[in-house]
Each structure stands twice: as structure tokens, then as C-alpha cells.
């Protein structure tokens, strides 16, 4: 069984930046493919960015140029940069993870509350 637990969520003025991270235990994210998603008030939960287990990465089109994702297979630990954050950032941030041979996540962390002050 895999645990993921985000962190690093907070108030943040226009045009700053945070960084998120999202801690596994129960297995090794090495060998996984691990995503971040959010989710607004009244919207639906949408696609932010994805590292795969090899490195690659993708991100949803208004956070490309703004947020990278990177992983630390040390710390079991995937983050994502955020930077030049906007108002219509804030949502809860959730990561997920699953095993490079999955076509969905299975596992999912509680989300971590960010807020972007304008």
C-alpha cells in the first residue's frame, strides 16, 4: 500500500511562488508515474502537471513557462514548483501516484490548500 502526503500549500501573494511536495512511503515512487491535479470551488478536479518513472514530465497548458515538477527518488519525494502564481491558481493541490504499467492513479494523497491573494 502506498500513503501519499502533501505539504508546502499556504496564502501567496500574485505573482509569487511555492512549492508543493508530495512524500510516499509504503513503496518507492522510483518506479512510478506520479501526477498533481487541483481542484477550485465549484470546479472540476483538473490535470496540473505529471512526471513519469523514467523522468519525463508533461503540464496542462497554463502552467507551462510557470511550474516544473521534479522528483528526488532519495527522499521518495516528487515537488512542484510553482512560479508567477495567479489568482486563478488557487484550489487544493492533489498528487497521485501509480505503477508505469497502470493507466490511471490509484493512489491518492488528501490535497494541500493553495491560495493565491490578488
Known amino acids: 500500500q502506498v500513503q501519499l502526503e502533501e505539504s508546502g500549500g499556504g496564502l501567496v501573494q500574485a505573482g509569487g511562488s511555492l512549492r508543493l511536495s508530495c512524500l510516499a512511503s509504503?513503496?518507492?515512487?522510483?518506479?512510478?508515474?506520479v501526477g498533481w491535479s487541483r481542484q477550485a470551488p465549484g470546479k472540476e478536479r483538473e490535470f496540473v502537471a505529471r512526471?513519469?518513472?523514467?523522468?519525463?514530465?508533461q503540464f496542462e497548458d497554463s502552467a507551462k513557462g510557470r511550474f516544473t515538477i521534479s522528483r528526488d527518488n532519495a527522499k521518495n519525494t516528487v515537488y512542484l514548483q510553482m512560479n508567477t502564481l495567479k489568482s486563478e491558481d488557487t484550489a487544493v493541490y492533489y498528487c497521485?501516484?501509480?505503477?508505469?504499467?497502470?493507466?490511471?492513479?490509484?493512489?491518492w494523497g488528501q490535497g494541500t490548500q493553495v491560495t493565491v491573494s490578488s
Open positions: 509504503g513503496r518507492s515512487l522510483s518506479i512510478m508515474n
Open positions: 512526471i513519469s518513472w523514467s523522468g519525463s514530465t
Open positions: 497521485a501516484a501509480a505503477l508505469a504499467s497502470r493507466r490511471e492513479y490509484n493512489y
